[in-house]
């Protein structure tokens, strides 16, 4: 699992986290910060803030609202004078279940893609929408917006668009017709197109090559459609689609993400679809594939695996069992605490849980130590629903049988 997919993985969990904590009433804070912002001007503002919670009509809730606000103040001290290199979302409040107990936690949450805003908020649940952006696409594409005069590249990171590069045709600018014959004038307005083209190949080498995922071409007429089809460009830069705008310029590039919603989002699931269906291929033919928690542990533990798939809907725990007597360490994957409830009932009474973490996080750690690739197979496609209903959700790819 490269380094991106894994943040990504790991910011997914943590906001599905949070997500699921609740307040019993408005006293759950969130405090994003970006990098740019000094700690200072945060502290002020959270001062300001626990000011105004003494307006607060409930007393437990003034009471819990005004806490959290100095946990976090607390907090705040431990980054110096300026937040980490992408900002940083701090999460507290009481997220106790009880009412008759309070439990303020605070939770740290470090992005991988930069915090664009300041943000405070305090409400029944925890505010998530900017985390939850960043899952929709971290990947960078390359847009092109162009026309026969003139051309816009721009790159598309998340929901950020960052203007790179404008070039103009001189095609038209620096031809005249003169005495010229209609032959020779006509071939020189290709020269001209064809060296304009060329010159937006250039640039999408130089922007483009090794740096994004892909290129979606944009503009109106059919500057775009010869452009394509001359493909003065690094055959390594692939094109994802082709778009009508009515622009060229920054306006162009919008309408080229408004767009293209449907073309990014069909990357991660082309891919996902061609490595589940490799998978099934192998599993059914007998081939170089296994599943299930025992049989891909085993490979995992023998390198006989070559790459690990793990569905991010696994919801099964690995729990680590001790017998106080004898000292023996025993593992049970278990879907519930009222599973594992059931079997230490069954084991007996000198049977204690000495550690327990979620599953998908044990099989990617034992990856990871082995050196074995790890791909996470999402829960929402076609694809990735039959492998988590027909394949427990775990498999793996051999290098031998």
């Known amino acids: 699992m490269d380094s991106s997919t894994k943040l990504k993985y790991e910011l997914k969990k943590q906001v599905s986290f949070l997500s699921e904590l609740k307040g019993s009433g408005t006293e759950l804070i969130s405090v994003y910060i970006p990098a740019s912002q000094p700690i200072h001007e945060v502290a002020n503002k959270l001062r300001q803030e626990a000011g105004q919670a003494s307006n607060i009509k409930s007393k437990s809730t003034r009471k819990n609202v005004t806490d959290a606000l100095e946990k976090i103040l607390q907090h705040l001290k431990t980054y110096g004078n300026v937040a980490p290199p992408s900002g940083v979302a701090i999460f507290c ?13 605070l939770f740290a949450v470090y992005p991988p893609e930069p915090i664009a805003v300041s943000i405070y908020r305090c409400d029944s649940h925890f505010f998530l929408e900017p985390l ?19 051309c816009t590249l721009a790159e598309l990171r998340g929901t950020t668009t960052r203007i790179l590069h404008r070039l103009n045709s001189t095609a038209h600018a620096k031809i005249r017709k003169g005495g010229q014959s209609a032959r020779r004038y006509e071939r020189l307005i290709e020269e001209s197109i064809e060296f304009y083209y060329k010159r937006i190949g250039e640039a999408m080498d130089r922007y483009f090559l090794n740096s994004v995922k892909g290129v979606i071409i944009g503009g109106p007429g059919p500057a775009k459609e010869n452009f394509v089809k001359m493909s003065p460009f690094n055959y390594q830069i692939k094109i994802l689609g082709v778009v009508d705008t009515g622009y060229t310029d920054e306006y162009g590039v919008r309408e080229v993400v408004a767009k293209s919603g449907q073309i990014l989002s069909q990357q991660e699931a082309i891919k996902e679809k061609e490595l589940v269906d490799r998978f099934i291929k192998e599993v059914v033919t007998g081939g170089l594939a296994t599943y299930g928690e025992a049989e891909v542990r085993r490979a995992l533990e023998s390198k006989q695996a070559e790459k690990l ?59 990871e130590k082995m050196g074995v690739e790890v791909e996470i197979i999402s829960k929402e496609s076609a694809e990735g629903a039959q492998f988590l209903g027909s394949f427990y959700g775990v498999g793996a790819f051999l290098r031998y049988k």
Request: aromatic letters at 4%; proline letters at 3%; charged letters at 30%.
């Open 309 to 367: 798939l793990v569905s991010e809907g696994l919801k099964y725990m690995r729990v680590k069992l001790k017998d106080t007597t004898t000292g023996e360490e025993s593992f049970v994957t278990v879907k519930s605490p009222a599973e594992l409830e059931e079997k230490l009932k069954a084991v007996g009474a000198t049977i204690q849980i000495e550690s327990q973490k979620p599953l998908i996080d044990d099989l990617i750690e034992l990856a």
């Open 132 to 150: 939850e952006r960043m899952l929709e696409i971290t990947e960078s594409y390359g847009i092109v917006v162009m026309d026969g005069r003139e």
């Open 93 to 105: 409040g009481n997220v106790s279940d009880n009412p008759s107990v309070v439990d303020i936690r």
